[in-house]
């Protein structure tokens, strides 16, 4: 699903999540300011999670939101 994202957005999603980069560090990376990174972050993050909705059904969801802390408990 990433590698499906936009390569502007990949590349600032990927650069905060795994690089540990912060929103200025990529936006001097990427020539943008500070505020289009964080814009990009959130369009691709909303793009997976709407991508991650449409593979796993409601009550699936719904499940898992009602069993959280049960399952970090263990």
Do not use: C
């Not at 943008?32 to 909705?53: D, E, H």
């Amino acid at each position: 699903a990433v590698s499906d994202l936009p390569a502007a957005q990949r590349t600032a999603l990927v650069g905060r999540e795994l690089g540990g980069f912060t929103h200025e560090e990529i936006a001097r990376q990427m020539e943008i300011s500070p505020g289009a990174t964080k814009q990009l972050i959130y369009r691709a993050r909303l793009t997976l999670r709407n991508a991650v909705g449409a593979l796993i059904p409601f009550p699936m969801i719904a499940w898992l939101v009602s069993n959280t802390a049960r399952i970090a408990a263990i």
